[in-house]
């Protein structure tokens, strides 16, 4: 079975301030991980996968296969990142879990 | 179209009345997912097609969901005897399908569902 857990639903920071978004995964193979975004009134889109190791939008995001993390963070968060982030898991079928997704909240 | 298209975007029904949800994916993508999403939870898988078959559908509830791809490109999810659990915004996916871009998912804009 493949699990995305995120234990935090809110996250709320000032502008300028670190971030980081916690996931962890339970999954028995070699995962793909990636983090969506949901910004208010739009779709769900892709923000980032690991095999890509990119920073997106000034997001990063490390695997840690031994603590079986995948840790979204930015240095300087902008008022611009306030959305819905989900967390999600990509097994050898194809097939995409998602966390319950985090909101974060980036006050001027 | 440019993005994935949902029809209808909303849909209030009655509890034990049939609902049919469309999803018209990007031209090309071959593999088709459905998720519903609850109020304050994220994504849940339901289903999902490569080409015409349904590659996974453990995600089904019960069988009152039923979703089909006949041709390999529109698709529609199918609930009999619906409940007011049921309630939910129903979204609809596609992507390339296997290989690197696989997990990058085009997501449509959702139909919400309300049962009475």
């Known amino acids: 079975a493949q699990r995305v857990t995120q234990p935090e639903k809110l996250l709320s920071v000032f502008k300028g301030a670190p971030v980081e978004l916690k996931c962890n995964y339970s999954?028995?193979?070699?995962?793909?991980l990636f983090w969506y975004v949901q910004y208010s009134r739009q779709r769900l889109q892709l923000l980032l996968r690991h095999i890509s190791r990119e920073s997106i939008k000034g997001f990063t995001a490390d695997l840690n296969k031994g603590e079986t993390s995948f840790h979204l963070k930015k240095p300087f968060a902008q008022e611009e990142d306030s959305a819905m982030y989900y967390c999600a898991l990509a097994g050898a079928n194809s097939k995409l879990t998602f966390g319950k997704g985090i909101t974060l909240s980036v006050r001027p | 179209g440019a993005g994935v298209s949902q029809t209808p975007s909303n849909k209030v029904t009655e509890k034990g009345k049939y609902v049919e949800l469309r999803c018209d994916p990007i031209?090309?993508?071959?593999?088709l997912y459905w998720y519903r999403q609850s109020l304050g939870q994220g994504p849940e898988f339901l289903i999902y097609f490569q080409g015409t078959g349904a590659a996974d559908d453990s995600g089904l509830p019960n069988d009152r969901f039923f979703a089909v791809r006949p041709e390999g490109s529109v698709s529609t999810l199918k609930i009999q005897r619906t409940e007011r659990g049921d309630s939910a915004v129903y979204l609809c996916?596609?992507?390339f399908g296997r290989g690197l871009n696989t997990g990058e998912l085009f997501f449509g804009e959702g139909s919400r569902l309300t049962v009475l």
């Open positions: 031209s090309g993508h071959t593999a």
């Open positions: 996916a596609s992507s």
């Open positions: 999954y028995s193979g070699s995962p793909e």
